[in-house]
């Protein structure tokens, strides 16, 4: 059987990534290292839609997110949190661990935080010093509009930070254009690579706070990073195998144009929200994004039971939902290095999993739903 990978993170990674990554072990401070980590950062700025520049760090997805928050923050300082989901708290973890005076927007899974929202709390919180946000609330679904929440806190002294994690590379999102001061993203969500890395850029605005603000942090010291990549280099040893792979990802990226990305993960999230409809089944983001599908599972139906059938019988790997989520819903990532018709395969795999478990559906009903909004957009 041919195990096939739709979690939203790690996502599937290309042949000519995977061979980059069997090849021998090179210098990291030799010139050719140079040389690829200045085109990584180059075509990640392209990916970010910035001018600024973009700092690798060896970590997972996380580790970018305390770098935004250790490096823009001093203790006690006010910070916003916009949190719809899990990854919200995994800022309120790291803020926490930074002594910051955290006000909480809040909504519940599968909500959006709108930017009326954030608005209102910025204006009742004058001395908010960083606005932090999630692009894709991986966890639900749901897709927040940062064009919205960059014109609200661009009209303030406040930052607004951005965890783009799973959400750049799969959905709009133009770090300049949007004033987003600060976005984090990793490379093993829509960037199609293996976990390993993250990725984080800051706009003037926030370098200034940066600057402002006393360190905090050694490994983290965005002001380190800024420092050697003036010199394309990294202040450590950078997992420089990854840095090397992540170029022929990006290559790919590059080639296929971030527009024509953007538009057919929008596409194939289209066909396949259809598809789960037409199923009978409920879509559980209100504002669903284009990095992933997470479905309600049906009363009556054990979901966890449900996704270790599809795994076992044919292969395809979804995820559960998280904490009180689990059992509760289905995630199903068509980002990076995912086409229409592995999509569909998953949906198909769905129909028949849920069939022999006696939900009432009718066979195909998915996959033609699937295929006619498929054909209908471009
Ligand atoms: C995956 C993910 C993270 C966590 O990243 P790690 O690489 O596990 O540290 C954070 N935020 C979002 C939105 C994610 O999808």
Known sequence: MKPRLFTPGPTPVPEETLLELARP???????????ILAEVSEDLKYVFQTSQPVYTLTCSGTGGMEAAVSNTLAAGEKAILCTAGRWGERW???LKAYGANIVTVEVPYGKAVTPEMLEKALKDNPDTKVVFSTLSE???????????????????????????????????????????DVVVTGSHKA???????????ASAKAWKKIDA???????????????SLAESDTPFTPGNTLIRAQRVSLKRIRAEG????????????????AGVEAMGLKLFAERPNNALTVIAVPEGVEGTATLKAMEKKYGFKLADGQDTLKNHIWRLSHMGYTD??????????????????????DAGAGVAAFQKAYAAGK
Do not use: Q
């Open 191 to 201: 960037l199609m690579m293996p976990p390993g890395l993250a990725f984080v850029a």
């Open 92 to 94: 309120r973890g790291i």
């Open 340 to 361: 229409a018709f592995e999509v569909l395969g998953a949906l198909s795999a769905l129909e028949l999993v849920l069939g022999e478990g006696g939900f009432k559906l």
């Open 258 to 273: 971030i527009e024509n990305l953007w538009a057919r993960h929008a596409r194939i999230a289209a066909a396949c929200r």
């Open 25 to 35: 072990v090179t210098y990291h401070r030799a010139p050719e290292a140079k040389a």
């Open 213 to 227: 603000t006393p360190v905090r942090n050694f490994y983290f010291d965005l002001r380190r990073y800024r420092k």
């Open 138 to 180: 991986t966890s639900t679904g749901v897709g927040h509009d940062l064009e919205g929440y960059g014109k609200v806190v661009a009209k303030t002294d406040a930052l607004l930070a951005v965890d783009g994690i799973s959400g750049v590379g799969a959905m709009e999102c133009k770090m300049d254009a949007w004033n987003l």
